[in-house]
C-alpha cells in the first residue's frame, strides 16, 4: 500500500542500486542508509562537499543560503550534498558526483 512518502532511487551512473521511502525532512545520506547505500560523510553541515551526489530528476529542499560545500556552478550541474538537503518529492539520485 502507497504511503505518500518520496521515494528515492540511487544509482552508480546507470545502474539503480537501491531505493527507499524518505520520511519527512529526512537528510538523502539516511535515505541512503536505509537503501543500504553508504554515501561518504564528514562535516554532516554541508561545509566540506563530501557527501556530494548529483540530482538527476525530482526536487530536493535547498537552502536559501547555500551551505559551503556547495556552489550554483555545482547545483547547475545537479550536485546536491546528501547531508543536509531532503527529498521533496520522488527523486532519482547518482551517486557520483557532478566533477
Do not use: Y
Not at 29 to 37: F, K, L, M, P, R
Not at 45 to 62: D, H, K, P, Q, Y
Not at 67 to 89: A, H, K
Amino acid at each position: 500500500m502507497p504511503t505518500g512518502l518520496p521515494v528515492v532511487r540511487f544509482f552508480r551512473g546507470s545502474e539503480i542500486i537501491g531505493s527507499a521511502e524518505a520520511s519527512p525532512g529526512a537528510p538523502l545520506v539516511d535515505v541512503a542508509e536505509q537503501a543500504g547505500i553508504e554515501i561518504p560523510t564528514n562535516c554532516t553541515s554541508g561545509n566540506c562537499g563530501t557527501c556530494l551526489v548529483r540530482l538527476i530528476s525530482g526536487e530536493v529542499g535547498l537552502p536559501d543560503v547555500l551551505p559551503p560545500g556547495l556552489d550554483e556552478d555545482l547545483v547547475s550541474e545537479g550536485g546536491i550534498l546528501t547531508c543536509c538537503i531532503s527529498p521533496l518529492e520522488n527523486c532519482d539520485i547518482d551517486v557520483k558526483p557532478p566533477l
